[in-house]
Each structure stands twice: as C-alpha cells, then as structure tokens.
C-alpha cells in the first residue's frame, strides 16, 4: 500500500521550455504532498507543501512562478518547472503524506531527473 | 526548530557484518522520527518510524532503530548486512506542531564489501 508513481522519470528538454511534473497516489488519497529537490550527494531540500484545493506553501528561495505547483485532486499534484533553464537541472522528488495527521510518514515517488540543455 | 544530523557521510561495511547509522536530532519535544532508504536515482522508501511507545522499532529489510531520548538518538541497526543494502540512507525528524515539514538529515551512504 501508500504508492506514490511519479512521471516521467526522465526529462531531456532544451532551456526555455516549461516541463510538467506528474505525482499521483495510486491507492490512497493525499490531502498533503510535497515537492523536493535533490542536488547530487546531497539531502533533499523541500520546495514547496501542496495541499488539495488551496495555494501551495513554497519555502523560503523557491519561486513560485517559477515552479508553478497545482494539486487539483486527493491524487494528483503536479509541478511545472516554468522556462527552464541548465541550472534547473536536478533531480525532483515528490512525496504524498497518507491521511491529514502531520505525524504521518510521507511516501515517496521514484523522483524525475531534468536535464536541461 | 528541529535538525537532524547524521555525522558519517560513508560507511563501509563487509556482507554479513552487522551495521549501525547514526542519527541524532534537535528538538523541544517529543519528536517523530523516520529512517528512509533512497537507491541511485530512485525516490526514497520508508524503512521504519518512531511515534511513541517502544523505543525498539522494527522496519522492513531486517532493520530496527532505537530511540534514546537522553542521547537525542535514533541509530539505524542491522545484524547482517546484504550487498543490496548499499544505498543511501535518510534519517530525518517531523514535528509535533501544524507544521508539516520533515527534516532531513544529509544522508549516510553505505558500501557494501564484497
């Protein structure tokens, strides 16, 4: 149970264009998921909190127009990386929270790895 | 606010010994602990999880954690290592308060000798 797919997992894309990332919980509804971001060798630096049916809570540095998220379903957020450009390239990872307990772990999807050119 | 810190950056151990990360945390109060295990280039799958109650916890993959409170610990053990246990390992610590966020520590990866 509590399966998070992710999609796609890779992207190769030209800078300047805006790419769509897709994080859907398969057998359970999330009311919370969030959005990370993984430089190489290093921890996971959170994003952005994205609750179903409101704004997303972007942390502290992220853009917001920049990375545009929307969480329009129980099962589906998705991220845009808006007019990417190579620094943009990383490894993004999505996670869905099973239930609204905050003390809930959180699943992970199998992450997307952008690359820009 | 929380912190978590994991002081080995690699940890190489042979196939068959037995295997322990640390993990220490900061925080006020009671805190949520977790232990995740992320494989090159995949997401991060959760191994075990400490609320309250038993200090001893059990995961999957043979793993178990401890927490002790007077350390401020939450160490990842494992009697017997297998050669796919190499990964990269997370601990990381959730708060009691409405905020949602998990901290994440900067990972452990563990090498497996052969």
């Known amino acids: 149970g509590a399966v998070v797919s992710q999609h796609p997992s890779r992207v190769i894309c030209k800078s300047g264009t805006s790419v769509k990332i897709e994080c859907r919980s398969l057998?359970?509804?999330?009311?919370?998921m969030f959005w990370y971001r993984q430089f190489p060798k290093q921890s996971l630096m959170l994003m952005a909190t994205?609750?179903?049916?409101?704004?997303?809570?972007?942390e502290q540095g992220v853009e917001k127009d920049k990375f545009l998220i929307n969480h329009a379903s129980l099962t589906l957020s998705t991220l845009t990386v808006t007019s990417a450009h190579p620094e943009d390239s990383s490894f993004y990872i999505c996670?869905?929270?099973?239930?609204?307990?905050?003390?809930?772990?959180?699943?992970f999807g199998d992450g997307t790895r952008l690359s820009i050119l | 606010a929380q912190s978590v810190t994991q002081p080995d950056i690699h940890i190489t151990v042979s196939e068959g010994a037995s295997l322990e990360l640390r993990c220490n945390y900061s925080?006020?109060?009671?805190?949520?602990l977790f232990w995740y295990v992320q494989s090159p280039g995949q997401g991060l799958q959760l191994l075990l999880k400490?609320?309250?109650?038993?200090?001893l916890v059990q995961g999957i993959k043979g793993f178990e954690a401890e927490f002790k409170r007077s350390q401020s610990s939450f160490n990842l053990r494992k009697p017997s290592v297998h050669w796919s246990d190499a990964a990269e390992y997370f601990c990381?610590?959730?708060?009691?308060?409405?905020?949602?966020?998990?901290?994440f520590g900067k990972g452990t990866r563990l090498h497996i000798l052969p």
């Open positions: 996670s869905a929270r099973v239930g609204p307990l905050y003390n809930q772990p959180q699943h």
């Open positions: 057998d359970f509804q999330a009311t919370t």
């Open positions: 994205s609750n179903e049916g409101s704004k997303a809570t972007y």
């Open positions: 925080y006020g109060a009671t805190p949520y």
């Open positions: 400490y609320f309250s109650g038993d200090t």
């Open positions: 990381a610590v959730g708060s009691m308060n409405r905020d949602d966020k998990i901290i």
